[in-house]
């Protein structure tokens, strides 16, 4: 995925709808944590089973945009907040490892 | 970023650890949800001036694992569920550029 | 705020259509925070000043709809749970108090 | 449940902390989303019969803690918007019965 190319876009889009005043990162984490909790929604009353075949079912595409939103403020973030997100991914999954060993 | 790759890393890493029995798409919601939270927890009482220099703050290797967290539960769902989350993006972008016309 | 009698009504809701089963903890505790994402969705993109006066906008149905719905799940679970809400509140505070002392 | 002495008691302990200048609507909506999913973590890789049997684990101050959280918040906010609290619950359930008629 070419983060760099989705940053300029999402810049740009925001630029030419006079958004970039409402996108300091406090309002980013929000909107964000918003997304997150439309997906939830989708799943919230099924069980295990029903939500593993949920893309079997009407709201396949539901799920794709929701996590699409999800990931575009996650994007947009990191770019205002000047992050490098697959390092930061690189060094949490390096974190994790030592924090949970796995079983010998 | 790589997707794939990092997928394949993500896979290995439950499955080392006997996680994957839990990774069905509703408990992955929740977990990406709870990490959103957490990165929101970082901004709560904070003025958005004071939100948009956290990263001169103590707190910037905290905003960076919290948005890595999210990532990582992002990835590993759109893994389980077959996404191709890049492609996702792009679509959204598309919609929500006709959902929202640009000022002329 | 007779809860009791709250609780009465919400389970009799939840009978009567066969939503009982829907229930339990886990699914309550998500639809909470669904709820709660409601909530902020609607101060998301305001700043703090714009949100002290939301109750003499267009949004002040919303708002008090968004925080009965929270609070309808969360008696809803408390019930579910058998935890008696006035005591833990109770609890809490003095937690609190203990926690983080007044300033002298 | 007395609501408004629970408030007295949230001002009082608010205005001892100079904490009022952070309570504006907005961030006490993002406060308590934080406690809900806090909620949240506590079930999200529980099955849903392991969740109906938290109040017997040593989880169960945590998830009376965290309601209570919610709860005090929820309280709290409503205070500031000058919203009635009981009335909002009972106004939403007439609202529910009529969107959700019981199966006769």
Redesign the interface.
């Given at each position: 995925?070419?983060?760099k190319s989705?940053q300029k876009?999402?810049a740009d889009?925001a630029n030419?709808?006079?958004w970039d005043q409402?996108h300091?990162?406090?309002?980013l984490?929000?909107?964000?944590?918003?997304e997150?909790?439309?997906?939830?929604?989708?799943?919230?009353?099924?069980?295990?089973k029903q939500?593993?075949s949920?893309?079997s079912t009407d709201e396949n595409e539901h799920?794709?945009?929701e996590?699409?939103?999800?990931?575009?403020y996650?994007?947009r973030?990191?770019d205002k907040?000047?992050?490098d997100?697959?390092r930061?991914?690189t060094?949490?999954?390096v974190?994790?490892?030592k924090k949970?060993p796995?079983?010998s």
């Open positions: 995925m070419d983060i989705i876009q999402l889009f030419e709808r006079d409402f300091n990162p406090k309002n984490a929000m909107a964000l944590s918003v997150a909790s439309e997906l939830v929604e989708i799943f919230q009353w099924l069980t295990p939500a593993e949920i893309m799920v794709k945009e996590m699409a939103d999800i990931m575009i996650l994007i973030m990191a907040l000047n992050i997100l697959e930061a991914v060094d949490k999954i974190k994790n490892g949970y796995a079983k």
